[in-house]
DNA sequence: GTGAAAGCGCTAACAC
DNA sequence: GTGTTAGCGCTTTCAC
């Protein structure tokens, strides 16, 4: 066990430990040419011996610029965040950021004390992972003065990477009507109403019609903190209750859900209830929950997003917020069937 | 669409704005006693005006010490890293500590340029939540300089927080025992062997021998990358040729791992074979998976290693390495059973 | 009650 | 090739 308080060596000892100066050794540090092979491995080894570690902040504050990403994300418990998270921790540290998690929990005092926290670390930039609480507090905290880049979500004031929620939302409606399903409901998120939730809405809503089916919009029920189990099943026993054969839900966390309803009340899946999700996250692909789905691309989503925000940071990419889609995918599992009779 | 560029404003901007001198501002931004309030809302009034916000850099810079708090995961992919995440930056964040996430993926190379990131941003201290790919490295580029602290794994040069992962390990072996089954094997966490997997190895062998059993130990073969899952199936396949009637798994992850080869393998859970977890993550719970077992106290675990750290930051706790434990609960569900005949 | 001044550790001209 | 110097935006004595 080494004692704690040994003082950071800063660049300064490490100048006299090589008997240069200290722009000399910032020269090494930087990798800069022009520094003499011998000087350099003079300083080197001071660097070594001493275990010095440039000082970010110190860096930062005088280049203005920092390398920190903000990531602001709803739930870390829900999977598809969660390898969301990792995604673009990982795409960050590629490209030399390092990520700052603000977990906001749904909660709008997180949401804007960690956005207001983000801006005073200065970070380069902030990706949202979900659509912020109170979008226009939000704006007003960072635009204008970082990036911001949207994956999975969107604002007007920011850069939008998301899969291609309508287009994916009629495949999803459409297997469903394929298979021979009339009454077929949609599940809303149960967080909150987003830009995805929309657009899947949207999606949703124009096969039913071009079906010639009426479109049937459900939210669940948000208790306070969280949702109750047995409001849920009344929920979802009474939607049942009103012949609905198939169910699209905006997205796997609550088409899970509903299969946990549905095996609470009996009801069998995909025999008398069929169930579509949205994301394919792990889970869904699990035998035994065995989830039909449309598969977005995780990784190539983080990537882009990204991307996208290092371009804007280095001044590479300008202008209005650009808009990026990406095809989505339909994965067929055991979770959907034709109806009976 | 604001333009980009506007120059964050100093705290000289507001000083002049509100004709004072920078030190004022500062009295008043910090909350110093003995600030006029005439003079305070005027200053106040400047720092609204201009969107004033205190540049956290060269705060931290100045007082040698930051709010920035590491946290090195394996895999936010896995739902209890996940889950803990979450907790943690929620913890941290409740303490005024902003969290740094690097997601290793089990690279040792991520891993250590990671630490050193972490090291360069001066994080004030750095919280393990999955044993180290390199512990060595780490504890060099570490220790010393930074308080550690582990949660969920163990390594001598920091505080530990973790479960009761030995005794656990008693009450999940004992409950098989005590359902008949004497062929109980223990799967081993097919990332790595960490401590804690080490702790519940002991207790599953220490049962097993009080009742006059035989311990068997596998590992889940690695393949590069990634498990193979043919790999898989062969091995368990393998592992209930041997009359196996019971495993115990080092953790969730694993356990429904098992559980999806028994359902591909056409082995029924729990009549042929009885499935024990450890650590309960949320999807453990879900009726469909069913999965028997041990609970860990996700949120206080993460509390008070986030207190502990805050606490070794802080000066208040001072001296070698603490350890904490907390207790585990056993939580039955669907995946365990007597033994057949 | 308020201001002047000296840094924190570093980068980036600009001399030499 | 190497050193000198002026900050980056802030905190924090110490005078007034």
Not at 136 to 142: G, L, M, T
Not at 293 to 304: D, K, N, S
Request: proline share 5%; hydrophobic share 40%; net charge negative.
């Amino acid at each position: 066990m080494t004692a704690l308080p040994a003082r950071h060596a800063t660049i300064l000892d490490v100048a006299a430990a090589a008997g240069v100066s200290k722009s000399t050794v910032s020269n090494v540090i930087r990798g800069v040419a022009g520094v003499s092979s011998e000087t350099r491995t003079r300083v080197q080894e001071a660097i070594d011996q001493l275990g010095y570690r440039p000082n970010v902040l110190a860096r930062q504050l005088v280049q203005q610029r920092t390398t920190t990403l903000g990531v602001v994300v709803g739930d870390l418990g829900n999977p598809f965040y969660a390898e969301m998270a990792k995604h673009i921790e990982r795409a960050a540290a590629g490209r030399g950021y390092r990520a700052m998690f603000c977990n906001t929990q749904g909660d709008e005092e997180a949401e804007l004390s960690g956005l207001e926290s983000l801006m005073e670390y200065r970070a380069a930039g902030v990706l949202f992972l979900s659509q912020p609480a109170d979008p226009e507090r939000a704006r007003s905290i960072v635009s204008g003065r970082v990036p911001a880049v949207f994956v999975t979500c969107a604002a007007d004031w920011g850069d939008v990477v998301s899969a291609d929620d309508d287009a994916g939302a009629e495949l999803a409606t459409q297997h469903l009507v394929d298979l021979g399903h009339r009454r077929v409901a949609y599940f809303a998120d149960p967080i909150v109403e987003d830009a995805a939730d929309h657009d899947r809405q949207k999606g949703y809503s124009r096969v039913m019609e071009r079906a010639g089916l009426k479109p049937t919009v459900f939210h669940w029920q948000r208790q306070p903190g969280e949702l109750l189990r047995q409001k849920r099943d009344e929920q979802v026993g009474e939607i049942l209750r009103g012949r609905v054969t198939a169910v699209f839900s905006s997205n796997d966390y609550g088409a899970i859900e509903l299969l946990e309803c549905a095996d609470r009340l009996g009801v069998r899946v995909p025999e008398d209830l069929s169930v579509v999700g949205f994301d394919d996250v792990v889970m869904a692909g699990l035998a035994r929950i065995g989830l039909t789905t449309m598969r977005q691309p995780q990784p190539e989503l983080a990537g882009i997003a990204v991307a996208m925000l290092d371009a804007r940071v280095q001044g590479e990419l300008e202008g209005p917020p650009r808009r990026k889609t990406l095809d989505v995918e339909l994965v067929i599992r055991a979770s959907t069937a034709p109806p009976r009779g």
